[in-house]
């Protein structure tokens, strides 16, 4: 394999890659693309650019999409008010409608643009190829849904052919409906069910900050613990941080929250000594 011809000029150095490729040989990751910042168009070709080379380098990877800031503007667009609930959209007959839309439209985004490069991915959403069954969440929250069910071996044949599964946050109801789920919650869960060696959440924050705001690089679940206690981490960061904790405590080796605005921080987290964000450990 020629990584000079595959690896970009400002990635990480070439031995170090060298080294991790063998590492994940034949583990599995699992990489959430979401946050607020993820509809600027070069952070979204940045991220598909650094997926292809993962795909090239022989990785088995998975990708979990979220959609929060296309869903709000199409909802926008169509006058509709979300109301929030423990930070969950309720989600009614009309909204499920537009988020499935939305969020499968940007699934196709994501698997065509991948084609372009010279990389096979396939869609999995609730329309085709669905691998999640879920539960509804709470009465009030409508159709928001806990996954309970992951059909891994559809992952897994996907992943054999050297194809990327591109995994929508939807899933089926016992009704055969679809909910939405959130985002970080589906990509855990999917970790888990796969007990990846790696789940990544690619953010628009730089990952875990201390109180002073530095950026942690390395944390065991027990001090994560202290740092919500002491209000070091507050509000929005909680839930994925929870998710952080139930993943590593469930099989997944570790976590990565890393930062979706810096070119190639997927392939530094995978691929050098330092890292590019904080990874949590049990």
Same mark, same amino acid.
């Given at each position: 394999?020629?990584?000079? #011809? &595959?690896?970009?000029?400002?990635?990480?150095?070439?031995?170090?890659?060298?080294?991790? &490729?063998?590492?994940?040989? *034949?583990?599995?990751?699992?990489?959430?693309?979401?946050?607020?910042?993820? &509809?600027?168009?070069?952070?979204?070709?940045?991220?598909?650019?650094?997926?292809?080379?993962?795909?090239?380098?022989?990785?088995?990877?998975?990708?979990?999409?979220?959609?929060?800031?296309?869903?709000?503007?199409?909802?926008? #667009?169509?006058?509709?008010?979300?109301?929030?609930?423990?930070?969950?959209?309720?989600?009614?007959?009309?909204?499920?409608?537009?988020?499935?839309?939305?969020?499968?439209? $940007?699934?196709?985004?994501?698997?065509?643009?991948?084609?372009?490069?010279?990389?096979?991915?396939?869609?999995?959403?609730?329309?085709?190829? *669905?691998?999640?069954?879920?539960?509804?969440?709470?009465?009030?929250?409508?159709?928001?849904?806990?996954?309970?069910?992951?059909?891994?071996?559809?992952?897994?044949?996907?992943? =054999?052919?050297?194809?990327?599964?591109?995994?929508?946050?939807?899933?089926?109801?016992?009704?055969?409906?679809?909910?939405?789920?959130?985002?970080?919650?589906?990509?855990?869960?999917?970790?888990?069910?796969?007990?990846? %060696? %790696?789940?990544?959440?690619?953010? =628009?924050?730089?990952?875990?900050?201390?109180?002073?705001?530095?950026? &942690?690089?390395?944390?065991?679940?027990?001090?994560?613990?202290?740092?919500?206690?002491?209000?070091?981490?507050?509000?929005?960061?909680?839930?994925?941080?929870?998710?952080?904790?139930?993943?590593?405590? *469930?099989?997944?080796?570790?976590?990565?929250?890393?930062?979706?605005?810096?070119?190639?921080?997927?392939? $530094?987290?995978?691929?050098?000594?330092?890292?590019?964000?904080?990874?949590? %450990?049990?």
């Amino acid at each position: 394999m020629d990584l000079e #011809k &595959i690896l970009p000029k400002d990635g990480p150095p070439i031995d170090e890659v060298s080294k991790y &490729i063998e590492k994940y040989k *034949n583990d599995l990751i699992v990489i959430k693309y979401g946050g607020n910042v993820f &509809i600027d168009r070069k952070i979204f070709d940045n991220f598909i650019t650094d997926i292809n080379i993962l795909n090239k380098l022989g990785v088995s990877f998975t990708v979990v999409h979220g959609g929060g800031p296309r869903i709000k503007r199409e909802l926008d #667009k169509s006058n509709i008010q979300s109301k929030f609930i423990r930070g969950l959209r309720v989600t009614d007959e009309k909204i499920i409608n537009i988020v499935e839309s939305v969020l499968i439209d $940007f699934n196709n985004d994501i698997v065509n643009s991948l084609k372009k490069f010279g990389t096979d991915a396939v869609s999995i959403h609730t329309k085709k190829n *669905n691998i999640i069954k879920v539960t509804p969440e709470a009465k009030e929250l409508g159709f928001v849904g806990i996954p309970n069910q992951i059909d891994n071996n559809l992952i897994k044949k996907i992943l =054999n052919k050297k194809q990327v599964p591109i995994i929508s946050p939807l899933g089926l109801g016992n009704d055969n409906r679809p909910y939405n789920i959130n985002g970080d919650t589906a990509a855990g869960a999917i970790a888990k069910s796969l007990k990846s %060696r %790696r789940l990544l959440l690619m953010t =628009n924050v730089e990952g875990v900050l201390d109180k002073d705001k530095k950026l &942690i690089d390395e944390i065991s679940s027990s001090e994560i613990l202290k740092m919500i206690e002491d209000n070091t981490i507050t509000e929005g960061m909680i839930p994925k941080i929870n998710t952080c904790l139930d993943a590593v405590n *469930n099989g997944v080796t570790a976590v990565g929250i890393i930062d979706g605005r810096k070119q190639h921080s997927i392939l $530094f987290e995978i691929f050098s000594d330092k890292g590019s964000g904080t990874l949590i %450990r049990r």
